[in-house]
């Protein structure tokens, strides 16, 4: 629930390189393979967020939606394990945490669109009725709309890879099985908090039953890649459209040569 990719790089630094890598590609076709948007919030302040890149205002994600629904229509597609193989340019659309706004501000927007998406929230927080989080009956609304799926972003938000194997069973067998008895479908994908994830935490998501794991690497996902351990697209709340069409196109890919930021979330 909070993050980090960009949080410690000046504005300036981080359109210069993607102005150097975009010329370095020499190519404005979009890069092939799955590429996988990664949301949170729209229109709820977010604790810890000091630079503001997770919380986007309505106006801004309507006019990503609208684009992606104008120009990327056929590209659109649920986030499946069928998705991740395909050869061309494929778009998802998640969003992580499970904010209320997702269902209430959103949702009205991409059901209009016919845009599918998926919803990774932590299932400590729907129990608890967190306030600004989707709760039982909001997370059951969701998930009965047309083109939503809902998968687990763990009980509590927790690194995995500093659980013990008992921790990590229960964070993700629990989140798993608390969700598809509230919701009454198979839950088979999973964000993992703050990106954390190693070969230990991967290789026991898939034995209780996960077949798509997305991290907070930034970078799309070539065919072959292990749908355990999908890139993501991190999406910012300052990013206007005509940085939106270059994230699409892979313009900013260069962000995966950066070390991941240990104090990043998502
Ligand atoms: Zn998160």
Redesign the pocket.
């Known amino acids: ?2 993050h980090g990719l960009a949080s410690t790089i000046a504005p300036q630094a981080l359109r210069a390189a993607t102005w150097a890598y975009t010329h370095f590609r020499s190519s404005g076709s979009p890069r092939q393979g799955l590429r996988v948007l990664m949301y ?1 919030a729209i229109g709820t302040p977010i604790e810890d967020d000091t630079r503001g890149l997770y919380n986007m205002r309505f106006e801004q994600f309507e006019s990503h939606m609208r684009h992606l629904s104008g120009c990327w229509k056929e590209q659109l597609m649920p986030l499946r394990f069928v998705a991740c193989e395909g050869g061309n340019a494929r778009i998802a659309v998640t969003f ?2 499970g904010y209320l706004d997702n269902l209430t501000v959103a949702a009205p927007l991409l059901v209009d669109l016919e845009i599918p998406f998926t919803v ?1 929230v ?1 299932t400590g927080a729907v129990a608890r009725r967190q306030a600004g989080f989707l709760g039982p009956e909001e997370l059951r609304e969701l998930a009965g709309l047309p083109g939503v799926q809902i998968g687990s ?1 763990s009980m509590s ?1 927790a690194r995995l890879t500093l659980c013990d194997d008992h921790q990590l069973q229960e964070e993700l067998a629990g989140s798993k099985f608390y969700l598809e008895d509230l919701i009454g479908q198979e839950v088979e994908s999973l ?1 993992y ?2 990106g954390d994830v190693d070969r230990r935490v991967r290789d026991v998501a898939y034995k209780v039953g996960y077949r798509i794991g997305g991290t907070s690497r930034f970078d799309v996902n070539p065919d072959g890649r292990d749908p355990l351990l999908l890139c993501r697209t991190d999406i910012w709340a300052c990013d206007d459209l005509p940085i939106f069409q270059q994230k699409l196109r892979g313009d900013w890919d260069w962000n995966r040569w950066r070390a991941t930021d240990p104090a990043s ?2």
Do not use: A, E, T, Y
């Open positions: 629930m909070k949170h992580d945490d990774f932590c972003h938000h964000s908090p703050h979330v998502s």
